[in-house]
């Protein structure tokens, strides 16, 4: 129930990350510093060391401190699935604000209203896109010549104490592990999407969380080497952080773009031809994924271990219920290990984990660390084991609350009832615990549905 006894407070965890001051502006400036040499970032014909990485988010972020950008200041993101969406979210962390991913396919209606209520000092844009935002914002186009220009003249070194704000004494007034780090707008009941706003705590325990649990043991299996990692996730979505976090790692990611990323056939053959390690996925495409020979590479059979011959050897799943059949193909494949990541928007990406190694069906796992999963009745009591309730989270990943609306945050980020004036938030998930340790998912509480891991609320 307590989850994981790692304590993630002011000081040094049981990794060996101060995790009282370390955000993940921090992390990258270290992984920048150790990894300068080699690959971070492919998208399309541009590869990027760490170094050359780091450069554009530093000049970015030079550009962004200029604008007057800050603590708890967001900045809109409308840009295509290229190199500029992972700079200009890293330039954001790294002077201490907070990002907001908006899709260029959404309708203008839907992107006018979240851009009202994110309220940024600045939007950051593309050519190609720049028609889709709305009127009045302060507009940053990233190849506009101008633009370009203006952060070939920036120092490209990690930013000062003093740039970043810290005055006398090296008190931060811009990064806090307790600012926002992102605005995720997700579907609304009232007809309108929600605007989402988690702190960078629940990121830094995120990361130290996979460290751990996840790419420590992978990397080991793989004999110590780099892994090239696929990013096929939505940047609107919180989950697109799962291959991002290899990237602070140390691992190589590729940014997949719109059309290919969802053309199975295709996908498949890339990650063949670039000898593609890993990828997060959803359940539903993970089973066409499948259909269509995801796991009957090599590497996948368990043929091969090495980097030479094709065939991914990590998958996690997320956005939905993983079906039996997924769970045993992947069980099965003998050279791929799988992991099921459960978490609402509301708390930062992720609050249960379940290796499938684990469990012979489908499971969302148990706790990751220092977050405290709750199965509550109507009055909210715990229920026993085998009893199915509702599911509260509790612990350092609880979002903020909704952007503006105060009533529906009060609503569903509750008080626990430990009495410690902790926070926690009401799922609308119904679990139980089995006698194994591990929670099942059981369905909703209300009228929610998702579509290939798209949260639908029926209002909206």
Not at 130 to 152: M, N, T
Not at 325 to 331: C, G, M
Not at 428 to 436: K, L
Request: glycine share 14%; with cysteine.
């Amino acid at each position: 129930v307590t989850g994981s006894d790692v304590a993630l407070v002011d000081g040094w965890n049981a990794t060996g990350v101060d995790c009282g001051v370390v955000t993940v502006g921090d992390l990258f400036d270290e992984r920048v510093r150790v990894s300068g040499g080699d690959v971070a970032l492919v998208a399309g014909d541009v590869r990027l060391s760490f170094a050359e990485f780091g450069e554009r988010v530093y000049r970015f972020g030079r550009l962004l401190l200029g604008l007057g950008v800050s603590r708890e200041d967001r900045v809109v993101l409308l840009l295509p699935r290229d190199e500029y969406m992972v700079v200009a979210m890293f330039a954001v962390f790294a002077v201490g604000a907070a990002y907001v991913p908006v899709d260029g396919e959404y309708p203008d209606d839907r992107i006018e209203f979240m851009v009202s209520v994110a309220d940024p000092v600045v939007v950051v844009t593309s050519s190609g896109l720049v028609g889709r935002v709305p009127v009045g914002p302060l507009v940053v186009v990233v190849d506009d010549a101008g633009v370009v220009e203006r952060l070939a003249g920036f120092g490209g070194g990690p930013l000062s104490l003093a740039e970043r704000g810290f005055g006398v004494g090296g008190v931060s007034s811009v990064v806090a592990l307790d600012s926002v780090a992102y605005v995720i707008f997700t579907s609304g009941s009232t007809g309108r999407p929600k605007g989402v706003a988690v702190g960078y705590r629940g990121l830094t325990n995120m990361y130290v969380n996979h460290v751990e649990k996840i790419f420590d043991r992978v990397v080991a299996h793989q004999g110590g080497r780099r892994l090239k990692i696929a990013h096929t996730t939505s940047f609107s979505f919180d989950a697109s952080w799962e291959q991002l976090f290899w990237l602070l790692h140390g691992h190589e990611v590729h940014v997949i773009d719109e059309q290919l990323r969802r053309d199975p056939v295709s996908l498949l053959a890339h990650y063949d031809a670039e000898r593609i390690d890993g990828f997060d996925v959803t359940p539903s495409y993970g089973q066409v994924l499948v259909q269509e020979g995801l796991l009957d590479r090599p590497r996948s059979r368990g043929v091969s271990v090495g980097a030479d011959d094709p065939g991914v050897v990590f998958v996690s799943l997320g956005g939905e219920a993983v079906p039996d059949s997924l769970w045993s193909a992947l069980r099965g494949a003998a050279g791929v290990e799988g992991y099921n990541l459960y978490g609402p928007t509301e708390y930062t990406i992720n609050a249960l984990g379940a290796d499938v190694a684990d469990s012979v069906s489908s499971s969302v796992g148990g706790p990751i660390f220092n977050t405290r999963a709750l199965v509550l009745d109507s009055g909210l009591n715990v229920v026993p084991v085998g009893v199915s309730g509702e599911l509260y989270l509790a612990g350092a990943g609880v979002a903020r609350g909704y952007v503006g609306q105060w009533g529906l945050t009060a609503e569903r980020f509750v008080a626990c009832p430990s009495g410690v004036g902790e926070r926690m938030y009401r799922t609308g998930d119904v679990v139980r615990w089995r006698d194994d340790g591990q929670l099942e998912y059981l369905g909703r509480t209300d009228d929610q549905v998702k579509i290939r891991g798209f949260r639908i609320e029926l209002g909206e």
